[in-house]
């Protein structure tokens, strides 16, 4: 089986007139109030699909603008000319031809993610052609990972309720459809006047109602989004905020400040994490954990460098004592592959679930079949071949663009 073509598929859900994409509050301009921010959204979403000679494809995912990844794949130094002809199931050899190759124009950032995005296809394509899903193919592969246990067959999501709504009332609401997914633990974040941009007794307060939303037995993740500008600022939060024994609080301080977060981590007892922003491959997430003392690592599996890359991360946030809790909000290709990596790796005891607002077929219908939670939180470790999932070609009809 020969590699023939590595495609770009360009997604955008723009129903309700604004595209928000990467981060929506970054879609914030002059004039905009905060309740305008919060009531709009759209979703930009970009995938790749690798095609063989076999008729088999697979599929993955970048965190990125389309017209970037698609120069990264297609250009005449890109990596579709790596790849075609190659065998697809030598996934890892492939995936360090590919890093190896583009140490010249850089190897971070969307470089990195457009790597990963073919990597996860890679994975999936070995999966069906083998007739096997794919956290059999990986499992045992990384010292972490081998033990006498078995894949687990459930996996348990926690819900990202982003943006959490102009005020607390719109909050309640919000947490409580995530309640009524099924799931136990639910993430809010920053949002521009709601929370992290504000102040210490704005953000008490947010954090106070989403507690009493949740009860005591539902887990509570908070994602700063890198607003709180100091650590004096950030402890002052956090021990205000401790009564409410959130599991962590991600991304408290500049995706930068390191030395920060290791102050961070040694001043309050609740877990800090970090790691979607600004950090990809296994050697920045380890200069993180030796320097930062992180308890929980964040990769991203849109932005990360894939399936395998995360793993190398998993095992380096393993022998430092911390959790590894991959990241992908809205990005359901990226889902697909955190279900098979939580099945195999013990110190991962959570993945990142979307739940939009507002809602989007990019998000609920892109993939067949659904992602289903169980009453009791978890979700089903798909055992179809590869990631076990495909492409909605409908949906794909409905709202492919041309790269932008």
């Not at 790596?82 to 065998?87: F, K, M, S």
């Not at 996996?155 to 309640?179: K, S």
């Not at 799931?183 to 521009?192: C, D, F, G, Q």
């Not at 169980?374 to 179809?384: K, Q, S």
């Amino acid at each position: 089986m020969k590699i023939t073509s590595v495609e770009t598929i360009a997604l955008r859900d723009e129903s309700d007139g604004t595209v928000t994409s990467w981060n929506p509050s970054f879609s914030e301009s002059p004039g905009s109030s905060n309740a305008e921010l919060a009531s709009s959204g759209g979703y930009d979403i970009t995938l790749v699909r690798v095609h063989t000679d076999e008729g088999i494809s697979g599929i993955g995912q970048c965190e990125a603008p389309s017209l970037v990844i698609d120069a990264i794949i297609r250009s005449s130094q890109g990596l579709e000319v790596l790849l075609v002809g190659e065998d697809p199931t030598q996934v890892q050899r492939l995936w360090q031809k590919m890093y190896n190759s583009t140490g010249v124009f850089g190897r971070r950032g969307v470089v990195i993610g457009a790597i990963g995005a073919v990597e996860t296809a890679l994975w999936d394509i070995t999966g069906k052609a083998a007739g096997k899903p794919v956290h059999e193919l990986i499992w045992r592969s990384f010292t972490s990972t081998a033990s006498d246990t078995e894949p687990l067959k459930r996996v348990t999501p926690y819900a990202t309720v982003y943006p959490p709504g102009v005020d607390l009332e719109q909050l309640e609401e919000r947490m409580n459809i995530a309640i009524s997914r099924g799931v136990n633990a639910v993430k809010i974040e920053e949002w521009p006047g709601q929370f992290g941009n504000v102040d210490v007794e704005t953000d008490v307060s947010v954090i106070e109602k989403a507690r009493s939303i949740l009860g005591p037995k539902r887990d509570l993740m908070i994602d700063v989004q890198n607003r709180w500008r100091d650590v004096g600022q950030a402890l002052r939060t956090i021990e205000e905020i401790e009564q409410f024994k959130p599991f962590f609080i991600e991304a408290p301080l500049p995706a930068d400040n390191i030395e920060g977060y290791h102050r961070l981590a040694e001043a309050t007892n609740i877990r800090i994490a970090v790691g979607d922003w600004g950090f990809s491959t296994r050697h920045e997430f380890a200069d993180l954990l030796r320097r930062g003392r992180l308890d929980v690592v964040q990769p991203s599996s849109v932005r990360a460098g894939g399936m395998h890359e995360i793993l190398n991360i998993a095992e380096d946030a393993y022998r430092f004592g911390a959790l590894c809790i991959p990241h992908s909000w809205c990005h359901v290709v990226g889902v697909a592959a955190e279900l098979h990596l939580a099945a195999i790796t013990p110190n991962m005891p959570y993945f990142e679930f979307p739940i939009a607002f507002p809602a989007s077929p990019l998000v609920e219908n892109l993939l067949l079949p659904n992602f289903e939670i169980a009453p009791d939180g978890t979700i089903e470790v798909p055992n179809r071949p590869g990631l076990g999932f495909e492409l909605n070609e409908d949906v794909i009809f409905d709202f492919r663009v041309d790269p932008y």
